[in-house]
């Protein structure tokens, strides 16, 4: 079963990409597509085994790198954190490779996209079962690798080259702090081994290094350095801004990528070093307040944007930035809660808004829709169940899973905890208002599409719908049947307890049997069971927010529609800020695209053309051709200049006779 879970997604790269003309894009479709469900099912086995009945394990394929004492294994780990990652992965995946089936159905090049996904998914398998560091960063790359290909798939749009390249460049910039901090660590713990490393982190809770000629706290450093990197890869605020623009890629890319997979894997990587970050308290407020003012910044800007992608973007970045505050108070446990019940209601969002897409003739601007929910209702209803679990409203996912990271903050008792929980209630009430703006600018209201788009809006196909169901499900269930075993206890208080405590799923759990010792937190900073008895006010808040978000968007959009542009005049300013988001965009651009470019342009012009080729290539090749021009004018044809030459040189010879023959005496 573990080798299935990994390798059955590269066996159907593999043959899709090699021997796509061979067998047809039917063929790689079945093979692809296969290999996903037969992984997916995969894990699910290996959910119970690990999890349920506690069975944790390492399988070492292959020694990888001896260089003298230093030896590296290729190691598949399989704990429960793992194990959780593989499920979301995998079965995410499943859906969204049946998905494009029907979705890029008219599009000539289906073999590969569908190899693509393969690939991705497979380099995703590799991050989150490695056992050491070096294979991680193996996978963490393959990653970057996949989304640029799958961003960059439409090739002959120069938007989406463009997406892709600024997707590669700007996760450079946080790999390039992964690197470092691998590198902090190995010189700290002396093994790139988990284990080794878990192991030793308390004995290294007071050691001090050497850093640009400072001596800092080795596990901050080291862990700020991690953090960098999953800053790149979770698209936190200052490495944010190829989010959105990867929209350029197909809308299955999308959902795979920008909602349950990639952008998870730096959430997954602080998890996997919580043993290391519990002992770094300085990074985990570092880590909290990224999260808490990413959450913000990134609704305030979903309140704006009118491509029905961009606004699902943005609430992804928002609600990543939920998991990051929750990973800063050390609730790990809330972190992967939310980022499981988060893959499934964001990924049916996305391949909910495709199927608009789908129907709308490719139209993706939500001010050219409207009046469409009687035309489409199967999709409506399945957005409608991913708004209500993004909006966080009682018995879906997003409920539990969102109100527990709130909670735990608040009950760190902290400044940065606190801040995180008021950010997070403004966030949650953007985040209503700007999904039921999705909800009633799409399905609602007068058709403002032209009469030829509407004439053929039509419901997708069974083959796009079977996805989004089997998404809808756990975007329903996720919460209630996960919550015991991921956050809960048996004394669990509050709402969600109470209501689980009824229906007795909360007893089928353990959070301390469910996460084993893949997950470690400091006793005195156990913000997850501290959770269960914060004031009642701290849970119902949420809720009461977010149904205050969705009557707001009611009356915006359905009852008073002229209210939203009567509130741009009045709050132009913001607006504008918010609107041309925060201008991050323009403020790298100034500072450094064009100073990039002039400086690429500098050494181009002056450096490498006018001093390397200059003097090197085209410089020996320029005084070959003179010398050549020189010796080309004694060449003309003529009998005369011909016997003057000959006499010249004659007499130049018998002069070089004579001088040495004078020399002599």
């Given at each position: 079963?573990?080798?299935?879970?990994?390798?059955?997604?590269?066996?159907?790269?593999?043959?899709?990409?090699?021997?796509?003309?061979?067998?047809?894009?039917?063929?790689?479709?079945?093979?692809?597509?296969?290999?996903?469900?037969?992984?997916?099912?995969?894990?699910?086995?290996?959910?119970?085994?690990?999890?349920?009945?506690?069975?944790?394990?390492?399988?070492?394929?292959?020694?990888?790198?001896?260089?003298?004492?230093?030896?590296?294994?290729?190691?598949l780990r399989f704990d429960q954190l793992s194990v959780v990652m593989m499920c979301v992965i995998n079965i995410v995946s499943a859906c969204v490779h049946v998905y494009s089936v029907g979705y890029m159905s008219h599009d000539p090049c289906k073999a590969r996209f569908m190899s693509y996904l393969s690939l991705f998914t497979f380099a995703m398998l590799m991050l989150v079962s490695a056992?050491?560091?070096?294979?991680?960063?193996?996978?963490?790359?393959?990653?970057?690798?996949?989304?640029?290909?799958?961003?960059?798939?439409?090739?002959?749009?120069?938007?989406?080259?463009?997406?892709?390249?600024?997707?590669?460049?700007?996760?450079?910039?946080?790999?390039?702090?992964?690197?470092?901090?691998?590198?902090?660590?190995?010189?700290?713990?002396?093994?790139?081994?988990?284990?080794?490393?878990?192991?030793?982190?308390?004995?290294?809770?007071?050691?001090?290094?050497?850093?640009?000629?400072?001596?800092?706290?080795?596990?901050?450093?080291?862990?700020?350095?991690?953090?960098?990197?999953?800053?790149?890869?979770?698209?936190?605020?200052?490495?944010?801004?190829?989010?959105?623009?990867?929209?350029?890629?197909?809308?299955?890319?999308?959902?795979?990528?920008?909602?349950?997979?990639?952008?998870?894997?730096?959430?997954?990587?602080?998890?996997?070093?919580?043993?290391?970050?519990?002992?770094?308290?300085?990074?985990?407020?570092?880590?909290?307040?990224?999260?808490?003012?990413?959450?913000?910044?990134?609704?305030?800007?979903?309140?704006?944007?009118?491509?029905?992608?961009?606004?699902?973007?943005?609430?992804?970045?928002?609600?990543?930035?939920?998991?990051?505050?929750?990973?800063?108070?050390?609730?790990?446990?809330?972190?992967?809660?939310?980022?499981?019940?988060?893959?499934?209601?964001?990924?049916?969002?996305?391949?909910?808004?495709?199927?608009?897409?789908?129907?709308?003739?490719?139209?993706?601007?939500?001010?050219?829709?409207?009046?469409?929910?009687?035309?489409?209702?199967?999709?409506?209803?399945?957005?409608?169940?991913?708004?209500?679990?993004?909006?966080?409203?009682?018995?879906?996912?997003?409920?539990?899973?969102?109100?527990?990271?709130?909670?735990?903050?608040?009950?760190?008792?902290?400044?940065?905890?606190?801040?995180?929980?008021?950010?997070?209630?403004?966030?949650?009430?953007?985040?209503?208002?700007?999904?039921?703006?999705?909800?009633?600018?799409?399905?609602?209201?007068?058709?403002?599409?032209?009469?030829?788009?509407?004439?053929?809006?039509?419901?997708?196909?069974?083959?796009?719908?079977?996805?989004?169901?089997?998404?809808?499900?756990?975007?329903?269930?996720?919460?209630?049947?996960?919550?015991?075993?991921?956050?809960?206890?048996?004394?669990?208080?509050?709402?969600?307890?109470?209501?689980?405590?009824?229906?007795?799923?909360?007893?089928?759990?353990?959070?301390?049997?469910?996460?084993?010792?893949?997950?470690?937190?400091?006793?005195?900073?156990?913000?997850?069971e501290a959770a269960h008895h914060v004031p009642t006010w701290v849970k119902v808040l949420p809720i009461f927010v977010a149904s205050a978000g969705i009557i707001l968007a009611y009356i915006f959009y359905m009852f008073a529609p002229n209210m939203p542009s009567v509130m741009v005049k009045v709050f132009k300013p913001i607006h504008a800020l918010f609107y041309n988001k925060w201008w991050?965009?323009?403020?790298?651009?100034?500072?450094?695209?064009?100073?990039?470019?002039?400086?690429?342009?500098?050494?181009?012009?002056?450096?490498?053309?006018?001093?390397?080729?200059?003097?090197?290539?085209?410089?020996?090749?320029?005084?070959?051709?003179?010398?050549?021009?020189?010796?080309?004018?004694?060449?003309?044809?003529?009998?005369?200049?011909?016997?003057?030459?000959?006499?010249?040189?004659?007499?130049?010879?018998?002069?070089?006779?004579?001088?040495?023959?004078?020399?002599?005496?």
């Amino acid at each position: 079963m573990e080798l299935i879970a990994v390798f059955a997604p590269l066996l159907g790269f593999v043959i899709a990409f090699l021997f796509g003309k061979q067998i047809g894009d039917k063929g790689a479709q079945f093979v692809t597509c296969t290999g996903l469900i037969m992984a997916a099912v995969a894990s699910c086995s290996l959910f119970y085994s690990v999890i349920i009945q506690s069975q944790p394990h390492v399988v070492s394929l292959e020694n990888w790198i001896t260089v003298g004492d230093f030896t590296v294994d290729w190691a598949l780990r399989f704990d429960q954190l793992s194990v959780v990652m593989m499920c979301v992965i995998n079965i995410v995946s499943a859906c969204v490779h049946v998905y494009s089936v029907g979705y890029m159905s008219h599009d000539p090049c289906k073999a590969r996209f569908m190899s693509y996904l393969s690939l991705f998914t497979f380099a995703m398998l590799m991050l989150v079962s490695a056992d050491n560091l070096v294979q991680l960063f193996f996978g963490w790359e393959g990653v970057g690798l996949a989304s640029y290909l799958l961003i960059g798939f439409w090739n002959h749009k120069h938007s989406a080259n463009a997406a892709a390249v600024k997707a590669f460049v700007v996760n450079r910039v946080g790999d390039f702090g992964l690197a470092l901090g691998i590198f902090t660590i190995f010189m700290v713990f002396g093994t790139v081994q988990f284990q080794g490393i878990f192991d030793q982190a308390a004995q290294h809770k007071d050691t001090m290094f050497m850093f640009l000629g400072y001596e800092v706290h080795a596990l901050t450093l080291a862990c700020l350095l991690l953090f960098m990197g999953a800053v790149g890869k979770s698209a936190q605020l200052g490495l944010h801004t190829w989010l959105p623009d990867a929209m350029e890629g197909p809308t299955p890319v999308s959902a795979l990528i920008h909602a349950a997979t990639m952008v998870t894997a730096g959430v997954f990587l602080v998890s996997r070093f919580s043993p290391v970050f519990e002992y770094a308290p300085t990074a985990l407020m570092v880590v909290c307040i990224f999260g808490a003012v990413t959450a913000l910044v990134a609704a305030t800007i979903g309140l704006t944007q009118f491509d029905i992608k961009r606004v699902i973007a943005y609430s992804t970045m928002s609600q990543l930035g939920y998991m990051f505050f929750a990973l800063g108070v050390s609730a790990y446990p809330a972190a992967m809660f939310h980022l499981t019940t988060h893959a499934f209601f964001k990924a049916l969002l996305f391949l909910g808004a495709g199927s608009v897409i789908h129907a709308m003739s490719d139209e993706q601007d939500m001010r050219k829709m409207g009046g469409i929910w009687h035309l489409i209702p199967s999709t409506y209803i399945l957005m409608w169940v991913g708004s209500l679990a993004l909006a966080g409203m009682p018995f879906f996912a997003g409920y539990y899973s969102k109100d527990m990271i709130l909670e735990t903050a608040f009950a760190d008792h902290t400044w940065f905890g606190t801040m995180a929980y008021w950010f997070g209630i403004v966030a949650a009430l953007l985040t209503a208002f700007y999904s039921w703006r999705l909800i009633l600018m799409t399905f609602h209201g007068k058709p403002r599409a032209d009469e030829k788009v509407m004439a053929h809006v039509h419901e997708s196909p069974l083959i796009m719908l079977l996805p989004l169901t089997v998404l809808a499900a756990g975007a329903i269930l996720a919460g209630s049947v996960l919550y015991g075993g991921f956050v809960g206890s048996p004394n669990a208080a509050g709402h969600a307890g109470d209501i689980l405590n009824m229906t007795g799923l909360v007893n089928v759990w353990d959070k301390m049997h469910f996460w084993g010792g893949s997950i470690f937190v400091l006793p005195e900073n156990d913000t997850v069971e501290a959770a269960h008895h914060v004031p009642t006010w701290v849970k119902v808040l949420p809720i009461f927010v977010a149904s205050a978000g969705i009557i707001l968007a009611y009356i915006f959009y359905m009852f008073a529609p002229n209210m939203p542009s009567v509130m741009v005049k009045v709050f132009k300013p913001i607006h504008a800020l918010f609107y041309n988001k925060w201008w991050f965009d323009e403020l790298y651009d100034r500072v450094f695209t064009r100073n990039a470019f002039r400086l690429g342009r500098f050494f181009w012009q002056k450096g490498d053309k006018a001093v390397i080729d200059g003097y090197g290539p085209d410089g020996v090749a320029s005084m070959y051709a003179r010398f050549a021009g020189v010796l080309s004018r004694f060449q003309t044809g003529y009998v005369f200049q011909y016997a003057f030459v000959m006499m010249i040189g004659l007499i130049g010879l018998v002069s070089w006779f004579v001088f040495r023959a004078t020399m002599g005496q």
